[in-house]
T-cell receptor, first 110, second 116 residues
Framework: KQEVTQIPAALSVPEGENLVLNCSFT??????LQWFRQDPGKGLTSLLL?????REQTSGRLNASLDKSSGRSTLYIAASQPGDSATYLC?????????FGKGNQVVVIP | GAGVSQTPSNKVTEKGKYVELRCDPI?????LYWYRQSLGQGPEFLIY????????DSGLPNDRFFAVRPEGSVSTLKIQRTERGDSAVYLC??????????????FGPGTRLTVL
């Protein structure tokens, strides 16, 4: 069974600092990895998807890397803003389903 | 709005009652997924539809849970004899699932189910 771990569980950073969120998974046989954002009481917003053959994806201030062989992904958020405060979820796609971590809860302090 | 929609947004029921949760996927998306998210946890897979058929229902916790997608679009998740442990947010997602596409899953806002 695929196990996904996200470290740290929670973190607070001052506005303007770069954020680094880590995700690890136990089974490297994945189709893709997706990073989501979840605001309190809301659904999930897809941020980035990295195919298993890719090493990274970028969108604006966000950059996600994937090292499939070591079972790791990192989400970088440059120059954090208070509006980046949310929970960030990492999910790996196996057969027919996404396996999620518990999330990184981020607070950006103005 | 072209996103995934779910109704109701909140549902409060009593233990032992029957509930139905509805999901309207993005138009043209052939794949539909149900997940369940408990407080402080990531979503857990329940069931996956490809078209009208349940291609993978191995995540359903027991036979009180059932889902249908009769016309390959809207899906309904049905829970019989609800228990307090069923309380959670039920999330629906859809994807295009076409060959050569990234197959991003797009999520709805969820239905918060509370069983008293």
């Amino acid at each position: 069974k695929q196990e996904v771990t996200q470290i740290p569980a929670a973190l607070s950073v001052p506005e303007g600092e770069n954020l680094v969120l880590n995700c690890s998974f136990t089974d490297s046989a994945i189709y893709n990895l997706q990073w989501f954002r979840q605001d309190p009481g809301k659904g999930l917003t897809s941020l980035l998807l990295i195919q298993s053959s890719q090493r990274e994806q970028t969108s604006g201030r966000l950059n996600a890397s994937l090292d499939k062989s070591s079972g790791r992904s990192t989400l970088y958020i440059a120059a954090s803003q208070p509006g980046d405060s949310a929970t960030y979820l990492c999910a790996v796609r196996g057969n027919n389903r996404l396996a999620f971590g518990k999330g990184n809860q981020v607070v950006v302090i103005p | 709005g072209a996103g995934v929609s779910q109704t109701p947004s909140n549902k409060v029921t009593e233990k032992g009652k029957y509930v139905e949760l509805r999901c309207d996927p993005i138009s043209g998306h052939t794949a539909l997924y149900w997940y369940r998210q408990s407080l402080g946890q990531g979503p857990e897979f329940l069931i996956y539809f490809q078209g009208t058929g349940a291609a993978d229902d191995s995540g359903l916790p027991n036979d009180r849970f059932f889902a249908v997608r009769p016309e390959g679009s809207v899906s309904t998740l049905k829970i019989q004899r609800t228990e307090r442990g069923d309380s959670a947010v039920y999330l629906c997602a859809s994807s295009l699932n076409a060959v050569g596409t990234p197959d991003t899953q797009y999520f709805g806002p969820g239905t918060r189910l509370t069983v008293l």
